[in-house]
């Protein structure tokens, strides 16, 4: 056996473990059987946990290999700050629970064994038991270097990662108590002994300007510094376009087009031209043509790729892109030629796109807007503004009744329009909040929206039927489960929705959108139809969107940031220039799938970035205003408490025990608190009024106490 390469060592030792005489063995007793030498016994070891990795053995609570059972599942274990966590599955809707006595020691993202030790029931979910960890998930912490005589230790950020890390002396580099600090942990520890590693960088003092973002940026590893063989490569890219290419492009410079973005935009890489003929409405939407300057597997295309995505912090973007890319040649600037890839769509009185062409182009922008300089002509009807923009009024008007007849059609299909408050945090020289805003959707970010909406899927069904490989954006219908459970929660409220088939038709979730609108539970309900529907993707498939009622969704519009809207960009210009051979289709076949997976993972590491700095920001701001007064509306309802959400979007806990006038109970089929004796209840969407008692911009928490309810 000692002679055995790694894949005969695996041959063997996989036959033996599913010979049908097997019972489970220790790694000790598998090598005495197989007759190999203490010297190589690792190795041995290493081929175990190969195969253990690879599902194709298992390994038993004591540690044993066994044949796999398909009771044992492989998943990622999510902790909590209060001990216990959730295992996610791939391929499985719903997380199972491990109670803190069933972690196995289990940190934060690890990669886990476990078997089901309670089966789901009606408002449980399945409990499960860690057996094995398979694979640290954190290799890197970010947090607060402490230190303690000759060694240290760091406090973790992520609360969810539930030991500080001991750093000897000769690995403290220059850090002092303190400073934040990215850790490289050498040692994952036990049951006695705290994880071990190594300071690799110092982000700066905990209270200087930036670190705080920083720190979110460096513990969720957004790579936010281009490697020099970008840079290097980003000097050959021209400031202006190639006028000699512009013959094998259609030229739309002619046509009157504009950008609409918000004030702070840089990288413009959409712009609209509309027009109107014999009842007949002439749409252009013009996108960057950024696979131009960003070619496949050059070191920038590499790099994009491993980003995914921009990312949009309070007080900065990472951009996939370097500036001189997003911000200058492929940012379509006012008055400047470009290349784009325009789709131009013919769309009739009832909007059905009638006719539809896609090409390479070439644009000049004649004004780049704001939206709220269109909504001040479009809907306050400001004399100044328009003045101003009097040549471009009459195709804004336009523009507003083409995207209403878009918007009309969507409705008609089903299309679910949830329409929550974001919020724009205003932060001073420092870094320190001075105001949350609500930001609320207008007429002129709605029109966008519309137009792009008709951009993708136009896109998109136009490549299905092609057959070719492409990526689309997929949004699957909600598991059955969580809908006959909103159906059984709405109930309550006197509200129905049907289901057919164990199915639900989007209609019905836009149906219940609009008999809510204005209710006192609209909040409430709105919120709990979201959590019951499924995330939105990337895919090789064309499985449509569940919540926009589209058979056919892509993401074409966005290639400055997005990098899926690039890598299709590439497939159309392929496409257009004479088509993509079988050799170029067996390509794209062979990397679409990690594409499309690694950008909906990317994707969800910037959405959680910008929601965990925003509540950073949040908890920062309510720090100032501790003893105040607000009112809210009660946006959760738990076991341990109520959350409630201000109208600047903050959201804070009153904690059960807060609640001193009862012995309040929760009722988790109805969402509420209930007083024992009173017979006081809380329930979602109650408007109240708290004051705030605590902010925690560490733990990224707000805490509020009730003074007044019902009001």
Same mark, same amino acid.
């Given at each position: 056996m000692d002679d055995y390469t790694f894949e005969k060592r695996k041959k063997v030792i996989n036959e033996l473990i599913h010979d049908k005489y097997y019972t489970p063995m220790k790694g000790k007793e598998i090598a005495m059987l197989l007759n190999v030498s203490k010297e190589n016994r690792n190795d041995l070891y290493k081929v175990l946990d190969a195969l253990v990795l690879e599902g194709k053995i298992g390994v038993t609570s004591k540690g044993k290999y066994c044949k796999n059972d398909k009771n044992i599942l492989t998943g990622i274990?999510?902790? +909590?700050?209060?001990?216990?966590?959730?295992?996610?599955?791939?391929?499985?809707? $719903?997380?199972?629970? #491990?109670?803190?006595?069933?972690?196995?020691?289990?940190?934060?993202?690890?990669?886990?064994?476990?078997?089901? +030790?309670?089966?789901?029931? $009606?408002?449980?979910?399945?409990?499960?038991?860690?057996?094995?960890?398979?694979?640290?998930?954190?290799?890197?912490i970010v947090g607060i270097f402490r230190k303690n005589g000759a060694y240290g230790f760091v406090i973790p950020d992520n609360r969810k990662f539930s030991k500080d890390i001991f750093i000897p002396k000769d690995k403290i580099r220059s850090a002092?108590?303190?400073?934040?600090?990215?850790?490289?942990?050498?040692?994952?520890?036990?049951?006695?002994?705290?994880? /071990?590693?190594?300071?690799?960088?110092?982000?700066?003092?905990?209270?200087?300007?930036?670190?705080?973002?920083?720190?979110?940026?460096?513990?969720?590893?957004?790579?936010?510094?281009?490697?020099?063989?970008?840079?290097? /490569?980003?000097?050959?890219?021209?400031?202006?376009?190639d006028e000699t290419k512009l013959p094998l492009r259609t030229d739309y410079r002619m046509l009157q087009t504009?950008?609409?973005?918000?004030?702070?935009?840089?990288?413009?890489?959409?712009? %609209?031209?509309?027009?109107?003929?014999n009842g007949i409405y002439h749409l252009g939407v013009h996108?960057?043509?950024?696979?131009?300057?960003?070619?496949?597997?050059?070191?920038?295309?590499?790099?994009?790729?491993?980003?995914?995505?921009?990312v949009y912090l309070v007080d900065r973007v990472i951009p996939m892109l370097p500036h001189k890319l997003s911000n200058g040649i492929c940012s379509l600037n006012q008055g400047v030629d470009r290349f784009a890839l325009s789709c131009m769509m013919d769309i009739d009185s009832t909007g059905k796109i009638i006719d539809h062409k896609i090409s390479e182009s070439v644009i000049n922008v004649d004004?780049?807007?704001?939206?709220?300089?269109?909504?001040?002509?479009?809907?306050?009807?400001?004399?100044? +503004?328009?003045?101003?923009?009097?040549?471009?009024?009459?195709?804004?008007?336009?523009?507003?009744?083409?995207?209403?007849?878009?918007?009309?059609?969507?409705?008609?299909?089903?299309?679910?329009?949830?329409?929550?408050? /974001?919020?724009?945090?205003?932060l001073d020289k420092a870094g320190r909040p001075l105001d949350i805003k609500p930001y609320e959707r207008n007429t002129a970010t709605k029109i966008i929206e519309d137009f792009m909406l008709a951009a993708n899927e136009t896109v998109a069904e136009d490549y299905f039927w092609q057959q070719i490989p492409f990526v689309y954006r997929t949004h699957d219908t909600p598991d059955k489960d969580k809908i006959n459970e909103l159906a059984a929660f709405i109930n309550n409220f006197g509200y129905s929705i049907k289901v057919s088939n164990d199915e639900i038709h989007p209609k019905e979730l836009q149906k219940l959108m609009e008999k809510i609108e204005g209710s006192e539970e609209e909040n409430l309900i709105s919120r709990l139809t979201l959590r019951a529907m499924k995330r939105a993707g990337y895919?090789?498939?064309?499985?449509?969107?569940?919540?926009?009622?589209?058979?056919?969704?892509?993401?074409?519009?966005?290639?400055?940031?997005?990098?899926?809207?690039?890598? #299709?960009?590439?497939?159309?210009?392929?496409?257009?220039?004479?088509?993509?051979?079988?050799?170029?289709?067996?390509?794209?076949?062979? %990397?679409?799938?990690?594409?499309?997976?690694?950008?909906?993972?990317?994707?969800?590491?910037?959405?959680?970035?910008?929601? $965990?700095?925003?509540?950073?920001?949040k908890a920062e701001y309510m720090s100032?205003?501790?003893?105040?007064?607000?009112?809210?509306?009660?946006?959760?309802?738990?076991?341990?408490?109520?959350?409630?959400?201000?109208?600047?979007?903050?959201?804070?806990?009153?904690?059960?025990?807060?609640?001193?006038?009862?012995?309040?109970?929760?009722?988790?089929n109805s969402y509420e608190l209930y007083g024992e004796v009173t017979h006081k209840t809380y329930k979602l969407g109650m408007k109240v009024r708290v004051k705030c008692t605590g902010a925690s911009?560490?733990?990224?928490t707000v805490d509020f106490q009730i003074v007044e309810d019902d009001i």
């Open positions: 274990f999510q902790s +909590t700050d209060r001990g216990f966590g959730f295992v996610t599955v791939e391929g499985e809707d $719903e997380d199972i629970f #491990i109670r803190e006595s069933d972690t196995c020691n289990a940190l934060h993202q690890d990669k886990v064994q476990l078997v089901i +030790t309670c089966e789901k029931t $009606e408002g449980r979910r399945r409990e499960g038991r860690i057996i094995r960890i398979l694979e640290h998930g954190m290799n890197q002092v108590t303190g400073h934040k600090v990215v850790v490289k942990i050498n040692s994952f520890g036990d049951d006695t002994h705290n994880p /071990e590693g190594e300071v690799i960088r110092i982000l700066g003092h905990v209270n200087d300007p930036g670190t705080d973002i920083l720190s979110v940026v460096e513990s969720y590893e957004i790579p936010y510094e281009y490697p020099e063989e970008v840079m290097k /490569e980003i000097e050959k890219i021209p400031d202006e376009i504009v950008t609409i973005d918000g004030e702070d935009a840089k990288d413009l890489d959409d712009a %609209i031209s509309l027009s109107k003929e996108i960057a043509d950024v696979a131009e300057y960003v070619k496949e597997k050059s070191a920038l295309d590499k790099e994009a790729l491993n980003r995914g995505t921009s004004r780049r807007m704001s939206y709220t300089s269109v909504k001040k002509i479009l809907t306050d009807n400001d004399t100044d +503004t328009i003045n101003e923009y009097k040549d471009f009024v009459p195709m804004f008007k336009l523009m507003e009744e083409l995207a209403t007849i878009l918007r009309k059609k969507r409705k008609q299909r089903g299309s679910i329009d949830f329409d929550f408050p /974001e919020c724009k945090i205003v895919t090789v498939e064309c499985k449509g969107h569940f919540g926009l009622a589209a058979k056919y969704y892509t993401h074409f519009t966005s290639p400055i940031r997005r990098y899926p809207d690039l890598q #299709i960009h590439r497939i159309i210009k392929e496409s257009l220039h004479g088509g993509i051979t079988d050799k170029r289709i067996k390509h794209y076949e062979n %990397i679409l799938p990690d594409v499309t997976k690694h950008a909906s993972q990317t994707e969800r590491r910037a959405d959680d970035a910008e929601r $965990e700095v925003d509540k950073m920001k100032l205003r501790i003893g105040k007064t607000f009112s809210g509306v009660i946006s959760g309802v738990t076991a341990w408490g109520l959350y409630v959400e201000l109208p600047n979007t903050v959201e804070g806990l009153v904690h059960v025990n807060e609640l001193t006038d009862d012995y309040y109970i929760f009722d988790q911009k560490v733990l990224r």
